[in-house]
């Protein structure tokens, strides 16, 4: 089936620092991208949704300049979280959408951020 | 509004024993609704999801849901129980107005009992 990976699995970052967290889509190409966050033992929140070439789509109350998405290749989305905050601690999911199989939707194993 | 709930947040039961993971959901038009299994610090894997045709969807490692329209209900079952089924377990509608976007229930927390 289709694979979507996340690099890194988890980072550890002082708070003020930037970190960049990657998903690519390995064997289908990916023109719709979704980056989530989890809070432990909560649900799964939509953050954003980024399309191939153009400007991803924020869900209220996320901030945009916070967290940066850039979905440069069919295959690749990136979230930035900028100027992290101990807050910014979670668990980040990404899905990748396939366009040209069965119109599914595929996870990301997820990104265990931790600032301190 | 489109909306899923899973009214438990936790579902306890004894290996070998039947298990039912509840959801329910509020969409407009005809939904697409999806279970999936998360382990812990593990993303989400797939499971099982109704379309359209028979009510009965299987998945896999043995789960089956049954759409009941009238109810507007998604349960997930599984005859006979299994440790390893021990896990959080999202009901997902996906709504499709201009948009793609999946909204998923706030998780289940099954454990089963050895």
């Known amino acids: 089936g289709a694979v979507v990976s996340q690099h890194p699995s988890w980072v550890i970052c002082k708070s003020g620092t930037s970190v960049k967290i990657e998903c690519r889509s390995l064997?289908?190409?990916?023109?719709?991208m979704f980056w989530y966050r989890q809070f432990p033992k909560q649900s799964l929140m939509l953050m954003a949704t980024?399309?191939?070439?153009?400007?991803?789509?924020?869900e209220q109350g996320v901030e945009k300049d916070k967290f940066l998405i850039n979905h440069a290749s069919l295959t690749l989305s990136t979230l930035t979280v900028t100027s992290a905050h101990p807050e910014d601690s979670s668990f980040y999911i990404c899905?990748?959408?396939?366009?040209?199989?069965?119109?599914?939707?595929?996870f990301g194993p997820g990104t265990r951020l931790t600032v301190t | 509004a489109q909306s899923v709930a899973q009214p438990e947040d936790q579902v306890n039961v004894a290996e070998g024993n039947p298990l039912t993971v509840k959801c329910t959901y509020s969409?407009?038009?005809?939904?697409?609704l999806f279970w999936y299994v998360q382990y812990p610090n593990r993303g989400l894997q797939f499971l099982l999801k109704?379309?359209?045709?028979?009510?009965l969807v299987k998945g896999s490692y043995g789960f089956e849901a049954e759409f009941n329209k009238s109810q507007t209900s998604f349960h997930l079952k599984k005859p006979s129980a299994l440790v390893s089924d021990s896990a959080l377990y999202f009901c997902?509608?996906?709504?499709?107005?201009?948009?793609?976007?999946?909204?998923f229930g706030a998780g289940t927390r099954l454990f089963v009992k050895a």
């Open positions: 899905s990748a959408r396939d366009l040209a199989g069965v119109n599914e939707q595929y």
């Open positions: 064997d289908f190409q990916a023109t719709t």
């Open positions: 980024s399309n191939e070439g153009s400007k991803a789509t924020y």
């Open positions: 969409v407009s038009g005809n939904p697409y």
């Open positions: 109704y379309i359209t045709g028979d009510n």
């Open positions: 997902a509608v996906r709504v499709d107005t201009g948009g793609f976007k999946t909204i």
